[in-house]
């Protein structure tokens, strides 16, 4: 099916530990993005991608290490989980002049 | 820098009467403007954008939004709103860089 896809849609898991989050995208869009979404802030930017091997920090980068070997996937990594890093994920994908398209979000819960 | 302001954290309205959901910004250059949706539980599905020619946009589910360069705002209106419209919205704005700012989130609430 075409579109984006996040998994997994729960996450739970404990402090210390590795997670990641999986994204894809079956549009061959260049440009992807991870963001987190938080009560009382918004949507913030985590990392972004113009491209396959082309990766940069946004607005929250600390904790997180993102790849982007193949167009279509672009995973998030949590090194080293925190109970700030509880939240939910979002992945969207797209081109600048038409806008972006959402994935469904993983709600990760650190303990 | 380019930022976005949604100054109402929620917005109440009756079911069948006109809805504005507003939004400025602040960005260099020419603006891209978008609105977005979000439903409990679910990703934030597109509903409009502006990104030249004329200001009143019109986009999904009956939403048009109404571009003010001198005022730099893009506030997000109804003619007659409907229950199934209660949900979260975001405005979202980016100027020559492809990344977007969103803005913070105004819950509508659509009474009977």
């Known amino acids: 099916d075409a579109g984006i896809t996040q998994s997994p849609r729960y996450k739970i898991t404990e402090t210390g530990r590795q997670v990641t989050l999986m994204c894809h995208q079956t549009?061959?869009?260049?440009?992807m993005f991870w963001y987190r979404q938080d009560l009382g802030h918004g949507l913030r930017l985590i990392y972004y991608s113009a491209a396959a091997d082309i990766t940069d920090k946004g607005e929250v980068p600390d904790g997180y290490v993102v790849s982007r070997s193949k167009t279509e996937n672009f995973p998030l990594t949590l090194e080293s989980a925190t109970r700030s890093q509880t939240s939910v994920y979002f992945c969207?994908?797209?081109?600048?002049?038409?806008?972006?398209?959402f994935g469904s979000g993983t709600r990760l819960t650190v303990v | 820098a380019q930022s976005v302001a949604q100054p109402e954290d929620q917005v109440n309205v009756a079911e069948g009467n006109p809805l504005t959901v507003k939004c400025t910004y602040s960005?260099?250059?020419?603006?891209?403007l978008f609105w977005y949706v979000q439903y409990p539980n679910r990703g934030l599905q597109f509903l409009l954008k502006?990104?030249?020619?004329?200001?009143l946009v019109k986009g999904s589910y009956g939403f048009e939004a109404e571009f003010n360069k001198s005022q730099t705002s893009f506030h997000l209106k109804k003619p007659s709103a409907l229950v199934s419209d209660s949900a979260l919205y975001f405005c979202a704005v980016r100027g020559g860089s492809y990344i977007p700012t969103f803005g913070r989130g105004t819950s509508l609430i659509v009474h009977p």
């Open positions: 960005v260099s250059g020419n603006p891209y």
């Open positions: 502006y990104i030249t020619g004329d200001n």
């Open positions: 969207a994908s797209g081109q600048p002049l038409y806008g972006y398209t």
């Open positions: 549009w061959s869009h260049s440009y």
